[in-house]
């Protein structure tokens, strides 16, 4: 068995934050990485650096400066030797309850499919909608539809694209690896697949951002229980899951609740925590805290999956203006390699820290 190390470009520091992706690339490669996520606020980034385009940041610039900049992309990647693993995240698609809403989301998604063939990568991750109750449904007929109709969409043309979706923590409805599962089996096609991501199956049953332990009565438990249906299930359908990404997280300054200072009256506590509070792997000396390793140890070791893993974090740290941020955010992300080689018990060639196979 081989893993090979990858990274979200988001995760070496924001677009808005000037951090540009070369600079990112730059990191990712210096440190060993072997593929990227390309976030599609990076994309934007590039757009808007084309000397037609619009002079500032436009947050919606046309398809056409998009797809030059997926072309000028796959090119800066190819010349670093990074693969392009996936684009990422396309939000908010699946049992959107107003017609023309689904209609334009769906339209928006083929674009997407045509991006990612430009970019060259074979992947698009869709991860669970978090919108009000009102605004999508809970039916997982109508959600695997959805997916029917975009997993179709990338197969009309060569090469298929694959469509992995992942349950979050704050998603209104599909919070679980267990609820992803389901409609995958729904949907019943064949590049239609999971994204497992350790934080979020972590997330949901095991910590709560608005206590102050952080953690959930029985959640060391609830893990066992739910790894132990992660073998059962997947073990024999190992093939479904088409991507992992790994990330642990930390307890919030303070219990996310009313008068706290990341209160949001907008927001799930476990949405702002998210996005404001994740590490690398075992990054204890910054606090993580979750049940990753555990977690990790199933998927590898036990449901038997291979290929790429990539190294998901959120932060403020991202947002920070520091030239020295993507530099710093890789180098932390080897560091959390290491430590999953070494517990993984995988081997690694002396001359290619991105690359790890399992010892027979």
Not at 189 to 218: E, V, W
Not at 276 to 302: C, Q, V, W
Request: aromatic share 10%; with cysteine; charged share 20%.
């Amino acid at each position: 068995m081989t893993y090979k190390l990858a990274i979200p470009t988001r995760s070496l520091g924001h677009a808005s934050a000037n951090h540009s992706l070369v600079n990112k690339l730059d990191a990712a490669k210096g440190y060993g990485y072997q593929g990227v996520e390309i976030c599609f606020e990076d994309l934007l980034s590039v757009a808007n650096e084309q000397p037609s385009s619009p002079a500032q940041f436009c947050p919606n610039p046309s398809l056409k400066w998009i797809d030059v900049a997926a072309v000028k992309v796959k090119g800066m990647c190819e010349e670093k030797g990074i693969e392009i693993v996936c684009l990422q995240l396309f939000h908010q698609y699946e049992g959107l309850v107003n017609a023309l809403d689904r209609e334009v989301r769906f339209l928006e998604l083929v674009n997407w499919i045509q991006i990612a063939r430009i970019l060259g990568t074979r992947m698009i991750i869709i991860p669970a909608a978090s919108l009000p109750a009102d605004e999508t449904t809970k039916d997982l007929e109508v959600i695997a539809n959805y997916f029917r109709q975009a997993a179709d969409a990338g197969l009309m043309h060569c090469p298929h694209i694959h469509i992995a979706y992942e349950s979050q923590c704050s998603a209104t409805y599909i919070d679980r690896w267990e609820f992803c599962w389901d409609v995958v089996r729904k949907v019943d096609r064949h590049n239609f697949g999971m994204c497992l991501d350790t934080f979020h199956m972590a997330a949901c049953i095991f910590a709560d951002p608005t206590i102050p332990s952080g953690c959930l009565t029985n959640g060391a438990t609830a893990v066992e229980l739910s790894m132990q249906r992660l073998v059962k299930a997947m073990e024999a359908n190992c093939e479904k899951i088409f991507h992992v990404q790994i990330g642990d997280a930390r307890l919030p300054d303070e219990p996310i609740v009313p008068g706290s200072p990341d209160y949001d009256p907008e927001q799930w506590p476990r949405t702002v925590w998210s996005e404001n509070y994740r590490l690398f792997y075992r990054e204890e000396g910054r606090g993580a805290y979750l049940p990753i390793m555990k977690i990790s140890d199933t998927i590898f070791n036990h449901v038997g999956y291979e290929g790429w893993v990539s190294l998901e974090i959120f932060n403020r740290v991202m947002n920070c203006e520091n030239a020295s941020v993507p530099e710093e955010l890789a180098r932390r992300g080897a560091v959390s390699w290491q430590k999953l080689i070494d517990d993984m018990g995988w081997w690694v060639p002396p001359a290619n820290l991105g690359v790890a196979s399992a010892v027979c």
